[in-house]
Nanobody, 120 residues
Framework: QVQVAESGGGLVQPGGSLTLSCAAS????????MGWYRQAPGKQRELVAS???????NYTDSVKDRFTISRANAENMAWLQMNNLKPEDTGVYYC??????????????WGQGTQVTVSQ
């Protein structure tokens, strides 16, 4: 089973920036589209951004032009650069495979996630 580990979250003021990292356990990472997901308090988990192996990316409207997803296939790594953070960005962020037909995660396994808190 593929395993992932997210890191890089923290407490930041509105307007600040964070970069989240995702490390995957296997080379299969290289061939799958990947996504970043988040779950805010009291809300369902949602897709934030996705990226294909060939670096085609998409974003949910609420983060478009503020967040950038990237990946390094050979290193089994993905990142989410978050700029101009807003309080509504607060939540636990996860990485997972992205299934275009589902517009959602492809693995049942979820890592521990990384907490992002945006507050004054």
């Amino acid at each position: 089973q593929v395993q992932v580990a997210e890191s890089g979250g923290g407490l930041v003021q509105p307007g600040g920036s964070l970069t989240l990292s995702c490390a995957a356990s296997g080379g299969v990472f290289r061939i799958f589209p990947m996504g970043w997901y988040r779950q805010a308090p009291g809300k369902q988990r949602e897709l934030v951004a996705s990226i294909t192996r060939n670096l085609k990316s998409n974003y949910t409207d609420s983060v478009k032009d503020r967040f950038t997803i990237s990946r390094a296939n050979a290193e089994n790594m993905a990142w989410l650069q978050m700029n101009n953070l807003k309080p509504e960005d607060t939540g636990v962020y996860y990485c997972n495979r992205y299934l275009p037909y589902k517009n959602g995660p492809g693995w049942d396994y979820w890592g521990q996630g990384t907490q992002v808190t945006v507050s004054q």
